[in-house]
């Protein structure tokens, strides 16, 4: 199944700086993110796990264009998003949407509802009114709203119908690729599985790829074609989500997966335990960032030399000093 | 596991909580009825609003005043009512023999005090001595927990901490007087996976260390399956399904139950459409007749509609109980 692809990332980088020390006189900088190589074809759910701090929020900036890379490109039908303006760049905030984590506070609480699902589309494209209510009304049903929901305020809805709306309003543009951070953390369990169908729905019918942003790796398994793996800004593994949970090829994939609870009492795991926790970015270990945690850890190469992506198979890279022969 | 059958650690007998409004009353915590034998973790599950929070803050006589009352019911620890202690009994019993882990490790640390200080508190209303010995007791709580450096963190201020080194502070405050019974109440949603991980490794070895009886509220069917050994899922202030999380797992009696387990993606095995529920658990104060979860249940007929399900024994031993209709036909 090769397709081509809609977004591909190329060697991109983000580093801020920050002022640290006594009155803010020291410059340090914080690599949030490092030349991350990957890309996202029709109707593929690619999702970027690790853990909190590893880049990945910074990340989905990146591809929303709400922040600018400190090096490397994005490619959005081959052309580079930080090169477009006027209408290029309408077409791709039209094309590229999001979801967010927390409903509550992601929705205008003043504006009624149709107005907010609308607005991606007035922005973004020129349609008149008549246009607009017929979309509107097709993303309500889309995500399984009702039609006269429109003219209600967001704090009418329960949390769920207001992951919906969010929802909603990111499929009214027709976008290629929605961004979903956290979509369904903080949601309850049965609500829960119904917008994680919804997604599987939506992307069936509009051939719609997803960036899954989330902390819940059942949840990350279920969904996704694809993963990449983050560890402090850099991505250390990356290949199909049954591969790499079936067999991980990096020392910290396996520990990450392998404190990942099972919602089956039947099924055994054996943890890896990872001692401490991930070190500040502020001062990232020497050599693979990953060595003071590690428990395949081979010597002085891993806490000197940072190492080099190798590609296992077409779909297959992985960072690490295990596979340098 | 040692346990003791004749008097176990708690045991609640239909337990009422009521709220009062100025627009009515109703019971989040409604006839409940449990067991925790020593050396046993108890999983209570529901959705947000089924009265979770509700049962564990009712176990330790933390309800909101003037709202909310038990109003009929028994809570013993190792054979001793709870519900007949003064307050400042029951001050004594908090923190040195239950004890409770909040959600928010953020908010449960007090910012303007230094972690020893705060572990050290617990000591000093239950076991009080000279400063010296105090600081040497929060050093030796936190080694417990497994932070690192104890003796330089003992002197930090929580902000200082990151968030899987200040549950584990509030932890340390929470075995800090080895109490019998740990209440944690979603201790883990606000951790990263590994952290959580390391996080409930250590409350399983403190428990095989000390015997302690825990008891989790929580949404998370990882944490359920992976480290409790009886559940008690609620469902609109009512206990619909208790028993053994092995029985449950393979064989819920109650549907809500089992929508409830095929609503979260498994980590290996099928990738089929996840089980929905339909509809929103009622309002509190909702007018109901019947079976609370009617309405939502695939299952339902008419006598779910017209009849209130008693606890029925669902596997003929006692071990298993559900209100539901359908285990009378099967």
């Known amino acids: 199944m090769i397709k081509t692809p809609i977004l591909e990332v190329e060697n991109l980088s983000k580093h801020f700086e920050v002022q640290t020390g006594i009155f803010k006189r020291e410059t340090k900088i914080v690599k949030a993110a490092t030349d991350l190589n990957f890309h996202i074809s029709e109707g593929e759910t690619l999702a970027l796990v690790g853990e909190s701090g590893c880049g990945k929020t910074t990340t989905t900036r990146l591809l929303l264009k709400l922040q600018t890379p400190t090096a490397g490109r994005v490619l959005y039908d081959g052309q580079d998003i930080n090169t477009l303006n006027g209408q290029g760049l309408k077409t791709y905030r039209s094309k590229v949407q999001a979801v967010f984590q927390d409903p509550w506070s992601s929705i205008n609480p003043r504006v009624r509802i149709g107005d907010f699902i609308a607005e991606p589309l007035i922005v973004n494209e020129k349609v008149d009114s008549n246009e607009v209510d017929r979309r509107v009304n097709a993303a309500l049903d889309a995500v399984g709203l009702r039609r006269q929901d429109a003219r209600k305020f967001p704090h009418e809805f329960s949390g769920g119908q207001r992951q919906r709306i969010a929802i909603a309003s990111a499929i009214i543009t027709r976008p290629r690729l929605v961004i979903l951070d956290e979509p369904v953390s903080g949601l309850d369990v049965s609500i829960r599985s119904q917008i994680i169908n919804l997604f599987k729905d939506l992307q069936a019918e509009y051939a719609l790829s997803y960036i899954l942003v989330a902390h819940d790796l059942a949840t990350t398994r279920y969904l996704a074609d694809r993963v990449a793996v983050m560890y402090l800004g850099q991505m250390v593994e990356q290949g199909n989500t049954d591969d790499v949970f079936d067999a991980p090829a990096h020392p910290y994939t396996e520990a990450l997966l392998s404190a990942a609870l099972s919602a089956d009492p039947t099924e055994k795991r054996t943890e890896i335990p990872m001692t401490g926790e991930v070190p500040s970015p502020l001062n990232p270990p020497s050599g693979c960032a990953f060595h003071p945690r590690c428990h395949k850890c081979i010597g002085d190469i891993c806490k000197t030399q940072s190492p080099v992506p190798f590609l296992q198979d077409p779909n297959r890279t992985v960072s690490c000093h295990l596979y340098d022969q | ?330």
């Not at chain 2, 054979?79 to 001050?91: I, Y």
């Not at chain 2, 740990?182 to 959580?196: F, G, K, M, R, W």
């Open chain 2, 1 to 330: 596991m040692t346990q003791t059958q004749d008097t176990p650690l708690l045991e609640v007998k239909d337990l009422r909580v009521e709220i009062s409004t100025k627009a009515g009353s109703f019971y989040p915590v409604n006839g409940h009825n449990f067991t925790l034998n020593k050396g046993e973790t108890l999983g209570i599950v529901g959705e947000s609003g089924s009265g979770k929070s509700m049962t564990a803050t009712s176990l330790v006589r933390l309800l909101p005043k003037h709202a909310a009352k038990v109003k009929s019911g028994s809570i013993k620890l190792e054979g001793r009512e709870l519900l007949d202690l003064s307050e400042a009994e029951m001050r004594k019993v908090r923190g040195s023999e239950i004890a409770m882990i909040l959600q928010d490790p953020q908010t449960s640390l007090n910012p303007s005090f230094t972690v020893g200080e705060q572990i050290s508190e617990a000591f000093r209303l239950h076991a009080p001595g000279p400063k010296k010995t105090m600081r040497a007791r929060a050093i030796d709580a936190l080694r417990k927990v497994k932070v690192a450096a104890p003796e330089h963190r003992v002197d930090c201020y929580p902000n200082e901490l990151s968030g899987g080194m200040r549950q584990r502070v509030v932890g340390a405050i929470a075995i800090s007087c080895e109490p019998k019974i740990i209440i944690a109440d979603e201790p883990t949603t606000s951790l990263d996976v590994t952290v959580q991980a390391q996080y409930l490794r250590l409350l399983k070895e403190l428990q095989d260390d000390t015997g302690m009886g825990i008891i989790f509220i929580t949404h998370d069917f990882g944490i359920v399956a992976n480290l409790c050994h009886k559940i008690v899922v609620m469902y609109f202030g009512r206990i619909v399904e208790s028993g053994s999380v092995e029985r449950i797992f393979a064989n819920p009696a109650h549907p809500y139950t089992e929508a409830l387990i095929g609503a979260v993606p498994k980590l290996r095995g099928h990738k089929g459409r996840l089980t929905t529920i339909k509809g929103q658990p009622p309002a509190p104060m909702e007018p109901l007749q019947g079976c609370p979860f009617a309405p939502r249940c695939e299952k339902a007929d008419s006598r779910c509609f017209a009849e209130l399900p008693p606890t029925l024994d669902a596997d003929g031993d006692g071990e298993h109980l559900a209100s539901c209709w359908r285990v009378l036909d099967q």
